[in-house]
């Protein structure tokens, strides 16, 4: 089966713009590049975020709501533990400048304030956390969604 006739894409054929989003903290973003770069490929807008486990304290980052970072490839964070800053650079190196969102550990409500809040800000209509292993379903808007 190509990725093209996966339900998953099917699913996404009519979205605009796709959050992808890692929902297990760390490295849990990288999962969804394979996803991210196709969504690219077909036309999508594709946005990145991640429940970071990285001290967000530490990075001097945009703030865009309380527990929600946004970091970019000349971001600063720790030295010995950053994969939301590696993964920006990295896109850096390849000639893309691509944000990825940061949301903190800070419990179910201030999540979910914090994810409201970069709809708001991105305007995505799709969103598919990247937590390989768990079935979450993908949520979809109907207008421009």
């Not at 959050?19 to 036309?43: N, V």
């Amino acid at each position: 089966m190509d990725l093209i006739t996966s339900p998953l894409f099917e699913r996404l054929q009519r979205a605009e713009h796709v959050l992808l989003a890692g929902a297990g903290g760390g490295f849990d973003i990288y999962c969804g590049l394979p996803l991210y770069f196709r969504l690219r490929e077909l036309g999508k807008r594709v946005s990145l975020a991640n429940l970071s486990f990285t001290t967000l304290s530490r990075v001097d980052g945009r703030v865009v709501a309380p527990g929600l970072m946004e970091v970019r490839a000349e971001t600063q964070g720790p030295v010995h533990y950053f994969p939301e800053g590696v993964l920006a650079r990295w896109f850096q190196a390849r000639g893309e400048a691509v944000s990825i969102y940061c949301f903190d550990k800070v419990g179910v409500a201030p999540v979910s304030t914090a994810w409201t809040a970069l709809q708001a800000e991105l305007g995505f209509g799709v969103q598919h956390p990247t937590k390989p292993w768990q079935d979450i379903p993908v949520q979809a808007q109907a207008a421009g969604g």
